[in-house]
Structures are given as C-alpha cells and as structure tokens.
C-alpha cells in the first residue's frame, strides 16, 4: 500500500450500481484519488496482534424469543411502492 | 477412459420458527403476498436486525446431530450483492466464522435386493452457517413481481466437502439429511413448499486423479429426485463434453427436472464480488458449554443408530428396521409396543406394524401420503416397501401399541390363529377396541383344545406316516411339516399350531 | 432568558407550562410563527406540519388540564433531523432518492418524546444522507446559519442546529456519525450532545454507519440536554446494540455530580489548522475550569492523525452497504430510463442520490472490494482499536477531555468545494465516534466577526452524568447561552 492503488471506477460504479457520467467518473476518480492517497498514510501505522474493532463496545448474544409479532399492513407495506400489481411490487422482467 | 464425478452438495434448509430470522413477523407459507412484512423485511430506511434465539438453537441442535464442532464464537456478515428478491442488497449470512464447522453425515447406499443393507459411509461437511432467506420472484411475460413473505426467514445452509462420487450418493446425502432435520424437528423439509433446496457442485476427473476438474454449479434441484437425475444427467454431459475432445468450463446451469435437461445460466451479472464485512447492526454470538450441553439433551437418536440399536435389542431384521427408523413416530411407536409385548416378540410386532397398520394408515389418509415420495423413508432404491404414514395418521390412529402388543401375545398363545389375528385387527383400527374383546365378540378364538386330545391326535399322525418320521429322526427336520396336517384337519383347524409342534417333537423325541 | 417564548429553554417553558402561565397550544403557534417568518432566510426544514402540531399541543394542554402531565417535555415542540421515522411523516434523509417516501412505522426515539408528551414539530434538513458538514448536500437546498445565514449551519445535523438557534424549535434532535450534532451546535452557538454508542436506540434512524451513527439532542442549554437525554435514552429491544445500561436522573446529576475534576487536554487537538480565534476561546475555557479548582493536565492521543482515515474507511464501507437498500425497487425514485432490473438500479441510484453520496459509496465499495478488503477495511477497523485504546488510556487519568468541537467557526455557503477539505470540518470530533464515547458540544464564546465558537468535552463511556455535570458548571458561569442571533 506504498502508493494509491488506481481506483477502477468503472468497475466499482457497476458493483456500487451506480450509472455515472462520464463527467462524474473523471471528476470522482480525481477526488477519490485524493482521499485514498490520503488514506494511505494508515499503511503506517504498526497493527501487528491488534485485534480489529467492528464495535466500540461489543455484548454477546443479543437476541429476542421466537414469538411472532404482527407485522405491517400489505397497504402500508405498498405505500411507497412505485409499482404495484395484485399486491406484489412490480419490476420489469428480470432477466437472470 | 473411467471417469469419476466429484460432487459437493450446498443444501439450504428452512428452520422451522414462528418469527423470522432478524425480526418477528410470522413466518409462513402460502399466505397472501406481502402480508408477512414488516419494516425490516421490507429493508424500510432506518429498520434493523435483531437474532431469533430459536433459530440459533435449531442450528446449533443442527450440528451436534451431525458431530460438527459448535464455534465458541461466532459472528454475522454482509453478502452485498443486488436482486429484487433481496431487499436490503445483502444478505445476512456468516462468512469466515459459521456456527458449525466439520462433522458428517452417515448416509446409506442402495444394496443389491431391498432386503439387504447396502453400504454405509460418511460425508464429511465443510460448515453450516445461518442466514436469511429472500422474497420470491413471479416472473410474468414482460415483468416480474415480487413477494416478501419468504424474504427473512431464518435459513441454514448446509455445506459438504466435494466428497460424494454419484448421484445415488447425492441422493442418500440429501435423504440422510432430511431425515436429520426432521428427526431434530429442526425443519419439515418440505422441498414443494421450498423448505429445502439443492445445489450441487460436479466435476469430473479421470479415475485415480487427485485434482479436481472444472467445476459446474447446477442450480434448481428442487425435488429429491431431481437431485439424483440432474446429477446424473450432468455428470454424463461432462463426460460426453470432454469425450468429444471439448473443454468444459466453470458455469451456472439450472436444471428441469421436467424435461431432464440443463442449460447455462448466462448471467447479465458482472463477476460477483460480495464485499462480505462484519455487520455493524448486529452483534456476536457465544455458545458455551451449558448451552450446548442444554442442547445435547434434546437431540434425539438419529435413524442408522436407532437401526443399530434395534438390530442389538430386538433383534428384528433389517426389512423391518429400514422402515421403521425413518420415522421417529413409527420408530417410537414399535419400541413401545415391543416393549409392551415382552422378549421375543419384537419382530413379529415389527411385522404387524409394517405390513397391517402402515397399509390400515395409508388407507385411512390417502390424500396426507400422497406426497410418500418426499417423506424420508429407507434410502433403498425404488422403495417398494409402504412408506411410513404421516404423523397425523400415526397419532391420531386407533391402534395403539398396546393393542398390537395383545394381539401379539394372543397369537402367540395360541388363542387366536393368525387369519383370525388379521381379521380383529382391521376391526381394531376402525373400533378401537382391544382385541380380545374382538375375538371374543366375533367368535375367532382358537377352541380351547384338550391335551389328551391333541396327544392322540399326534400319536394317529405318528402312526400313519411312518416315511416323514423316519425322515425325521434321519436329521430332516422339516419332515415334521407332514404330521402337522393331519392333526390340524383333525382338530378341525382349530389347535394351536404351537402346541401341535411341541407335542409332535415331544412325543418324536422318546421315540 | 430571552422575553421571546421561542427563544426560552424546556426547564423555564416546563415550568411556566406547569404553573398554567402558558399553554401548549400558545408555545407552538409561537414556534409556528417564528418558523413562518424565518424559514424563507435559514430553511431549516425540509417540512412541517402547523395542524399537526397544533393538534398534538392541544393533547397535551389536555393532558395537563387533567392532572396527566408526562414531565417536562409535555407539550414541548421539538424538531427532528429528517433521518428519524415518524409514522405518516415524510422521511427524505434530504435525498430526492426518498423525496415522496412516507414513513409507515415510529423511530424508537420518536415513540419515547411521544411517552413524554413532546410536540413532533417538522422534519429538519440536512446532509443527504448525514453525509457532510455543511448541510450543503441536500438535495432540497442549504440551511443557512441564523448567526449569517451566508453562512452554513455546519452539518449534517444543521437543519436542527439552525432551526433551534433561530427560535424554529425548543430542541431538536440530530444524528451524528463523525460530528454531525456537536459540529453545528459549535457552528450555531447551542449545546449538542452526542450519547455514548449504544445509549439511545438507533431503530428508525436511517443508517449512514451503523457503527458510528448516534442520535443525540440540540438544546439551548446543558440542563436541557439532560432533559431530553432522560427521554430518548434506554435499552431498546429492537436494536442489537443498544446497551442494557441503567438510565440516571441526568437532570439531578447536574448539580448533584460536583467536581473539582481532572480535565485531560489532548496536545494533538491544538495543532495546526486550529483557528486561533478558536484556540483563545477553549483556552479561556480551560482557564476557567482550572480556577474552580480543576487539575488540568496535557494528555496524549497519539493515533489521533489516523482519526480521519480510519472514519472515511469504516463510515463509507458502512454506507455503501446500508444505502444498497435504496434501490427505486419497494420504494423510493425509480428511474424511468431503466429497461431491467440492473438498469432501474443503476439509474435510480444515478438519478436519485447526490454526488457527495455516490462519492462516498464509491469509496466505501472501493474499501471492501476484492483485493482491498485487508488493506483498507481490515487495517481501518484495527486502527480504530487503537485509536479507542488511546482514549480508554487516557480516562485512567482525566474525568473528560476538553477539546475545541471545530477547527473553523461557520464559513461561506459554497466555500469549500473540494471534499477533503470540508472532511477536516470532522477533525476533532470523528475519534469520539470511532471510540464509541460520550461528547458534547457547549458554547464557549464568539469571534470578533460575531459567529459561535463552541468547545467539546468528550467524557468516559456511559458517564453521561458526569460529562453533562462538567459542561453544566462552565455554562452556569458563562451567558453564551442567553445570546441569540438578531433577525
Ligand atoms: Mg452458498
Ligand atoms: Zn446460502
């Protein structure tokens, strides 16, 4: 990680599903680059047997009991829906 | 050349809960669309995941049933990845640190005649993690609709190592497992109603290779039939691919079951990339030993160590055992009776349960058994033998292991003849009653008969049939056969067969 | 106290609604008015709902009439960032991804001011979503900050700092995932509290980085952020990582906690880049605190110049995963130019978020893409372990930490372009979410040119009691509070 790798922004509009411009590709590529080269300086830091942190705090086996508790409406379920037939939301065909 | 198929299995099985994985709206299956939804379900902005204890002991249960090492620790992850059947674009799923790791599951080859056992093996499992399951998709002709009912039911996904090399071992993996689940009530494995699907992972080397061949993931075997046919089919079409001089390549295909054929999933997808991470909303999970050990003691004895056990115990053969280890209802159901019925008369209690109440069953609920094919049953191929009757059947039946146990007794007493036993037991399972108040009321106790009477019945038969005694006392043992018959037509047929045999070979004996 | 019933605190409000001085109903068509005057100059909402308001404040007149008052916030108008769901109320996140989108379900803290009997006044604007510090990222226009409205508010939250500083509201809630509460209350001149993570119940919260997302109250006072704390703090059945954490009497803490404390100065929050305007003002406050008879001592957070990289790394890589969701499928924009289902994702997610969010959720699926998850995510979440280290290390000596909240009082309305300059707005406030700590932001004085300045104390996991006592004693001795801006 001695140098920012190239970010292939192409390739992670389509995983992030994101149509851009061809505007927003250059412009984003050049900023990004920016932070990630930024972000670089991590590659310094010395993490060796330092466990990671995904919370700050973490607790163990938070859960609830199986009991079944009513849920929404279908038409609150649908009230946002842009689509809608026979109480399903509507898609184009989706072509596997 | 001899080629063998590497095959892993990738099974997923709903587990059988009353809320959702991550939330507690219901679960449940053929409800009206997006009526089990809430706004976690639905991924609404803001909603967020909470465990379902259940699930987590179900899966827990799981692996001690198939000897996997329960992880002390475990963690949740996020597969990202986009489809309109997933409505947060990711799934809850675990990564690098599932619940399960290792263990296996015993499976049963088919032998040369369904009466024989066939070969026992392992297959080693690589892990089994818990995750959630997605909507359903109704692909119309121009769009699709989607449903979230399914979306967020807790869903375990069962992973082997490539170490199955036909489909008939496919097949009795998958069985075994099924069994497993339902035997553990972790699941109903109901595969028309999606409670349990196949993915399998075939390749092909040539016969005494170490590596493995390219790998083709064939999706859609979403009957247990399927599973033996699609992979069958598959693993000839790599054959015949390679044969011709062709390359195969490492692919998606999906199965029909309907015209037994495959085709490749082209997907319109780039090449997936998950992104898997940690997720942020939830928290760890820690499995200790008392959890565990809680858990241990509801694990029921699984079907090849009940058959085991049967073998040692009651000494009943193995066409009784492959039927009735299948299904814990039937299998608690003999072990009772035979109880009841005392030492040495488990194989005939084993007889009146396979052959006379599985038919009286199967004829009381045609409809429930219907489905048989699906029901885990003895692995044997083509079955043949009655398929064990659905549970309601069994607990709602009027026969019940006490009475099979008298009629047993009764027949071996003598006081009823085995057609008479038949007979009282067809009125059993319609009545209820028990069956000497059935002998009695019909008529069709064996007469009492004198024993100075059958004495001088056998020393007539003795007396005229000098060939079969000689025969005999020569060492033919079955030549004593021959002097029954006249006793019986003697005693109008009404001795008991039992006691004309001991007196027959008494009296041969001082002779 | 201001004469201007918009401009008083819950304590005083509370009381003269107790003593039947004052209705509900008259406190928020005060409110109502006051927003109507100065929402054309600050647009500190993305919407209200006067009728609804007013509904809600006649329950509560009620409610009092007949002796069932819930407590001090009954009959309060209270404002909530636009990230909070509020049943049958719009929730846009200020994004046009969520423009039309209706919230049918209640946040938990909206249940809990429900309980208290709070006035829901209005849906505040804010970075698209709580991505910024400027509130210059909503799709519907920026907030001006009432002390300039030329100026920005700060962000994300800075719909909620402006709408309070302006008289549009009593208190307000926000969000804050690096500084989005404690950064405009600086920016604003209120006091702005940021709870430990795990204190108040994130459900109903859209997520910008779970792990570092915290809802938390503006106020005009410390005594009030301990009043609306009370409310909105408590475990929460329906989040994994709210905390079963006893919730004090924050109000009775106020006077009962009493110091002299020990006060650690971390060296690395007073480098470069700091203003000095900015610098003089915390130093008077450290001043202060040392003359009641407080221990002051320097201490180190050595990881600290790792603080931002470490946040944009885990925050985007968080966000890029929880903004999956908004996809034009269930609901929210769907494109009309998308032919399948891959299209209407690409486009509307295209069409729907801004740029500073598709910048964002570029970065954080960059960091956890194949080939760089190990590199970026994994070092990021390790580096973070230290950076808490360095403050658990820290709490073995000190009480808080007392630090400035930004290194720049409010700037120009379309100032900073570039966005890594604005991500140094963050610099001193992002360790404490990274750490998971409790922090608030209290008025400390103004610049020359009249704009607040603002001082952090950043205080020991779940001792909200305490950090809230400490902020009380320097506000007690000071007026910032009691100046409002002019209109
Ligand atoms: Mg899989
Ligand atoms: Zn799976």
């Given at each position: 990680m001695s140098s920012a790798p190239a970010l292939d922004i192409d390739h992670i509009a389509k995983l992030a599903r994101l149509a851009l411009t061809a505007e927003e590709k250059a412009t984003f590529a050049q900023q990004l680059g920016d932070v990630l080269h930024h972000i670089e300086q991590l590659a310094k830091v010395d993490v060796t047997g330092v466990e990671p942190t995904a919370h700050a705090s973490p607790i163990f086996n938070v859960w609830q009991a199986d009991v079944a508790q009513p849920g929404l409406t279908v038409a609150d379920a649908l009230r946002n829906a842009p689509a809608q037939r026979d109480n399903m939301i509507l898609v184009p065909k989706v072509v596997e | 050349m001899n080629y063998e198929a590497v095959i892993g299995l990738e099974v997923h099985v709903q587990i059988k809960t009353q809320s959702k994985m991550f939330t507690r709206v219901a679960t449940g299956y053929g409800h009206e669309p997006n009526t089990l939804t809430d706004p976690v379900v639905l991924a609404l902005p803001g909603a967020l995941p909470v465990m379902n204890k259940a699930a987590l002991d179900a899966i827990i249960k799981a692996g001690l049933l198939l000897g996997c090492e329960i992880a002390p620790v475990c963690k949740w992850d996020r597969k990202n990845y986009f489809y309109p059947d997933s409505p947060k674009n990711y799934q809850i799923s675990q990564y690098d640190q599932p619940i399960c790791l290792g263990g296996s599951v015993e499976i049963e080859l088919p032998a040369s005649a369904r009466n024989l056992m066939g070969e026992h093996k392992k297959i080693p499992l690589t892990r089994i993690h818990l995750e959630e399951d997605?909507?359903?998709?109704?692909?119309?002709?121009?769009?699709?609709?989607?449903?979230?009912?399914?979306?967020?039911?807790?869903?375990?996904?069962?992973?082997?190592?490539?170490?199955?090399?036909?489909?008939?071992?496919?097949?009795?993996?998958?069985?075994?497992?099924?069994?497993?689940?339902?035997?553990?009530?972790?699941?109903?494995?109901?595969?028309?109603?999606?409670?349990?699907?196949?993915?399998?992972?075939?390749?092909?080397?040539?016969?005494?290779?170490?590596?493995?061949?390219?790998?083709?993931?064939?999706?859609?075997?979403?009957?247990?039939?399927?599973?033996?046919?699609?992979?069958?089919?598959?693993?000839?079409?790599?054959?015949?691919?390679?044969?011709?001089?062709?390359?195969?390549?490492?692919?998606?295909?999906?199965?029909?079951?309907?015209?037994?054929?495959?085709?490749?999933?082209?997907?319109?997808?780039?090449?997936?990339?998950?992104?898997?991470?940690?997720?942020?909303?939830?928290?760890?999970?820690?499995?200790?030993?008392?959890?565990?050990?809680?858990?241990?003691?509801?694990?029921?004895?699984?079907?090849?160590?009940?058959?085991?056990?049967?073998?040692?115990?009651?000494?009943?053969?193995?066409?009784?055992?492959?039927?009735?280890?299948?299904?814990?209802?039937?299998?608690?159901?003999?072990?009772?009776?035979?109880?009841?019925?005392?030492?040495?008369?488990?194989?005939?209690?084993?007889?009146?349960?396979?052959?006379?109440?599985?038919?009286?069953?199967?004829?009381?609920?045609?409809?429930?058994?219907?489905?048989?094919?699906?029901?885990?049953?003895?692995?044997?191929?083509?079955?043949?033998?009655?398929?064990?009757?659905?549970?309601?059947?069994?607990?709602?039946?009027?026969?019940?292991?006490?009475?099979?146990?008298?009629?047993?007794?009764?027949?071996?007493?003598?006081?009823?003849?085995?057609?008479?036993?038949?007979?009282?037991?067809?009125?059993m399972a319609a009545t209820g009653d028990q069956p000497a108040a059935i002998a009695e009321k019909r008529g069709l106790c064996a007469a009492p008969i004198d024993t100075n009477e059958l004495e001088t019945w056998c020393r007539d038969a003795i007396a005229a049939n000098p060939k079969a005694v000689a025969e005999y006392k020569s060492g033919k043992d079955s030549a004593i056969n021959a002097l029954k018959g006249p006793v019986m037509k003697a005693a109008k047929g009404k001795a008991n067969p039992k006691l004309v045999d001991e007196t027959l070979r008494r009296l041969l004996a001082v002779m | 106290?201001?004469?201007?019933?918009?401009?008083?605190?819950?304590?005083?409000?509370?009381?003269?609604?107790?003593?039947?001085?004052?209705?509900?109903?008259?406190?928020?068509?005060?409110?109502?008015?006051?927003?109507?005057?100065?929402?054309?100059?600050?647009?500190?909402?993305?919407?209200?709902?006067?009728?609804?308001?007013?509904?809600?404040?006649?329950?509560?007149?009620?409610?009092?009439?007949?002796?069932?008052?819930?407590?001090?916030?009954?009959?309060?108008?209270?404002?909530?960032?636009?990230?909070?769901?509020?049943?049958?109320?719009?929730?846009?996140?200020?994004?046009?991804?969520?423009?039309?989108?209706?919230?049918?379900?209640?946040?938990?803290?909206?249940?809990?001011?429900?309980?208290?009997?709070?006035?829901?006044?209005?849906?505040?604007?804010?970075?698209?979503?709580?991505?910024?510090?400027?509130?210059?990222?909503?799709?519907?226009?920026?907030?001006?900050?009432?002390?300039?409205?030329?100026?920005?508010?700060?962000?994300?939250?800075?719909?909620?700092?402006?709408?309070?500083?302006?008289?549009?509201?009593?208190?307000?809630?926000?969000?804050?995932?690096?500084?989005?509460?404690?950064?405009?209350?600086?920016?604003?001149?209120?006091?702005?509290?940021?709870?430990?993570?795990?204190?108040?119940?994130?459900?109903?919260?859209?997520?910008?980085?779970?792990?570092?997302?915290?809802?938390?109250?503006?106020?005009?006072?410390?005594?009030?952020?301990?009043?609306?704390?009370?409310?909105?703090?408590?475990?929460?059945?329906?989040?994994?990582?709210?905390?079963q954490a006893e919730i004090p009497d924050y109000r009775a803490a106020l006077t009962s906690q009493r110091g002299p404390w020990k006060l650690g100065i971390p060296k690395e929050y007073f480098a470069a880049g700091l203003d000095p305007e900015i610098a003089t003002a915390v130093e008077k406050a450290i001043a202060f605190y040392q003359s009641q008879g407080c221990e002051i001592r320097e201490v180190s957070l050595p990881h600290t110049q790792y603080c931002l990289d470490t946040y944009y790394v885990i925050a985007t890589a968080e966000a890029s995963s929880n903004l999956s969701r908004y996809d034009g499928i269930r609901y929210g924009h769907r494109s009309a130019v998308g032919k399948d289902a891959v299209d209407i994702y690409a486009h509307s997610r295209a069409e729907g978020f801004g740029p500073e969010v598709k910048r964002r959720i570029i970065l954080g699926t960059y960091v956890l893409s194949s080939g760089y998850y190990d590199a970026y995510y994994l070092r990021a979440q390790k580096v973070r372990t230290l950076i808490r280290q360095d403050f658990l290390h820290a709490f073995r000596d000190v009480d808080a930490l007392l630090t400035p909240t930004s290194p720049m009082p409010a700037f120009k309305i379309g100032e900073k372009a570039d966005p890594l300059a604005l991500y140094l707005c963050d610099i001193y406030t992002i360790g404490v979410n990274l750490a998971g700590l409790p922090a608030i932001s209290v008025p400390c004085g103004f610049t020359k040119s009249g704009l607040p300045i603002g001082a952090q104390l950043i205080g020991q996991p779940w001792k909200e009691s305490n950090l809230l006592a400490i902020a009380h004693a320097y506000e007690r001795a000071h007026d910032w509070s009691a100046q409002f801006p002019i209109f």
């Open positions: - | 997605v909507g359903k998709l109704n692909h119309g002709a121009t769009d699709s609709l989607v449903d979230y009912n399914r979306a967020g039911t807790p869903l375990m996904e069962i992973v082997s190592d490539p170490a199955m090399h036909s489909a008939e071992e496919a097949y009795a993996y998958l069985t075994s497992i099924r069994a497993t689940m339902i035997y553990g009530g972790i699941s109903d494995c109901d595969m028309e109603k999606g409670q349990l699907r196949c993915d399998a992972n075939i390749s092909i080397r040539p016969v005494g290779a170490t590596h493995l061949g390219t790998k083709v993931e064939l999706k859609n075997l979403n009957s247990i039939s399927f599973v033996r046919d699609g992979i069958d089919h598959e693993i000839k079409r790599q054959i015949a691919v390679v044969e011709r001089g062709g390359t195969l390549v490492q692919e998606t295909r999906d199965y029909d079951g309907q015209t037994g054929t495959s085709q490749s999933l082209r997907s319109k997808e780039m090449a997936h990339d998950y992104r898997y991470f940690p997720d942020p909303d939830l928290m760890p999970v820690r499995v200790d030993a008392e959890w565990k050990t809680r858990l241990q003691a509801e694990c029921p004895e699984l079907p090849f160590a009940k058959q085991r056990r049967f073998f040692e115990q009651y000494q009943v053969p193995y066409s009784l055992t492959s039927v009735l280890v299948w299904d814990r209802m039937l299998a608690d159901y003999f072990e009772a009776a035979a109880q009841l019925a005392g030492p040495g008369k488990a194989q005939a209690v084993g007889n009146w349960i396979v052959n006379d109440l599985l038919r009286e069953l199967s004829r009381g609920s045609a409809a429930a058994v219907g489905d048989a094919a699906l029901r885990p049953r003895s692995p044997a191929r083509d079955g043949g033998l009655a398929a064990p009757a659905d549970a309601h059947a069994l607990a709602t039946s009027k026969v019940r292991p006490a009475h099979i146990a008298a009629l047993v007794n009764m027949v071996d007493a003598g006081t009823v003849l085995t057609n008479a036993a038949k007979e009282i037991f067809i009125e | 106290m201001s004469s201007k019933l918009y401009f008083r605190t819950i304590a005083d409000l509370a009381a003269a609604l107790d003593a039947k001085q004052l209705s509900s109903v008259e406190l928020t068509q005060a409110v109502i008015a006051r927003t109507q005057a100065v929402e054309p100059r600050i647009h500190a909402f993305n919407s209200f709902d006067e009728a609804d308001a007013l509904a809600q404040a006649a329950a509560s007149d009620a409610r009092r009439a007949a002796g069932q008052s819930c407590g001090p916030l009954d009959g309060i108008p209270i404002g909530l960032k636009d990230v909070i769901a509020v049943t049958g109320q719009p929730l846009t996140a200020s994004s046009k991804m969520l423009k039309d989108f209706v919230s049918p379900y209640d946040a938990t803290v909206t249940t809990k001011l429900k309980k208290a009997g709070a006035v829901l006044w209005g849906r505040l604007n804010c970075d698209e979503f709580a991505m910024g510090s400027s509130t210059e990222n909503s799709a519907f226009g920026p907030t001006g900050n009432p002390w300039d409205p030329t100026r920005v508010p700060g962000g994300s939250s800075g719909g909620s700092s402006a709408a309070l500083a302006a008289g549009e509201a009593i208190a307000t809630l926000g969000s804050d995932t690096g500084g989005s509460i404690r950064q405009p209350a600086a920016l604003c001149g209120v006091v702005g509290l940021k709870p430990t993570y795990g204190l108040v119940s994130r459900f109903g919260l859209i997520a910008f980085a779970s792990s570092l997302d915290q809802i938390g109250p503006f106020t005009r006072t410390v005594e009030d952020a301990a009043i609306v704390l009370g409310a909105i703090a408590g475990h929460d059945e329906r989040d994994s990582t709210s905390f």
